[in-house]
């Protein structure tokens, strides 16, 4: 298919956030560990950009967002098919209530 993965500033902002979490809660080996393995499964997109589920809190957006799970995060994201690229605009926490999403 040929897209690209591009994380967006507020994605990107949102694992920096989960890496200075876990450095000060456990230590940097956890919080690289984990950061890591979110950016690595997301590579899965590339190949199969539609192997995530639709995100039925999202549905009301103009964009069909779709999301991928890496132990307690939605990797949320959605395909830009204009600019060919995969977009991840947010790394949510399924710990928290699941309407915070709709804020994002």
Known sequence: MGLTVYWTQ??????????????????????????DGIINHSTKLE???FIGQKEMLLAGRLQEFRYLVYKN?????????DKKQIEIVNIFDC???????EKT
Do not use: G
């Open 95 to 101: 710990r928290q209530n699941p309407e915070e999403i």
């Open 10 to 35: 507020f994605a990107e902002e949102k694992l920096e956030d989960i890496f200075e979490y876990y450095s000060l809660k456990a230590n940097l080996k956890v919080a690289h560990k984990l950061v």
């Open 47 to 49: 190949k199969s950009p």
């Open 73 to 81: 995060y939605k990797i949320i994201y959605w395909i830009n098919f």
